[in-house]
């Protein structure tokens, strides 16, 4: 976050001193600098800051999205394969893995099922 307010510090910094530059021009009709390039290129970089930002609040947002889905196809939390005895709560790494065969054989057993449903449609008939 801290790039995004030096980022437009300066923009705003640069962005003034135009404004004060195309003031003076309107005034005296004399261009003193020209820091417009200079503007586009501080708001360019703005622009970049701001759409890395809003990349990593969606990649955030996703990994929350997939602990919760994580949490509620597997509701204990898995403990290391050597436990301490604070931790009562959870199940061992072998429960875990029996509880993943469980959920794959499912998956499996639903795919299945798809699979011969769609060989009962006879324009499907010839796809694998």
Same mark, same amino acid.
Do not use: M, W
């Given at each position: 976050l801290?790039?995004l307010? =030096?980022?437009?510090?300066?923009? =705003?910094? @640069? %962005? %003034?001193?135009?404004?004060?530059?195309?003031?003076?021009q309107d !005034?005296?009709?004399? +261009?003193?600098?020209?820091?417009?390039?200079?503007?586009?290129?501080?708001?360019? !970089?703005?622009?970049?800051?701001?759409?890395?930002?809003?990349i990593?609040?969606?990649?955030?947002h996703?990994?929350?999205? +997939?602990?919760r $889905?994580?949490?509620?196809?597997?509701?204990?939390?898995?403990?290391p394969?050597?436990? !301490?005895? +604070?931790?009562? !709560? %959870? #199940?061992?790494?072998?429960?875990?893995?029996s509880? @993943?065969?469980? #959920?794959?054989?499912?998956?499996?057993d639903?795919? $299945?099922?798809?699979h011969?449903?769609?060989?009962n449609f006879?324009?499907?008939?010839?796809?694998?």
């Amino acid at each position: 976050l801290f790039p995004l307010i =030096f980022l437009s510090q300066n923009l =705003f910094k @640069v %962005g %003034g001193h135009l404004f004060y530059q195309n003031a003076r021009q309107d !005034e005296n009709g004399v +261009q003193i600098d020209n820091v417009s390039g200079r503007f586009e290129k501080c708001l360019e !970089e703005f622009y970049a800051i701001c759409d890395q930002i809003e990349i990593n609040l969606r990649l955030a947002h996703e990994v929350i999205q +997939q602990d919760r $889905d994580s949490s509620r196809n597997t509701p204990i939390s898995v403990l290391p394969p050597k436990t !301490e005895p +604070q931790q009562p !709560e %959870g #199940q061992l790494y072998s429960q875990y893995l029996s509880t @993943v065969r469980a #959920q794959i054989n499912c998956a499996k057993d639903i795919r $299945d099922v798809l699979h011969d449903c769609l060989k009962n449609f006879p324009e499907h008939s010839s796809h694998p």
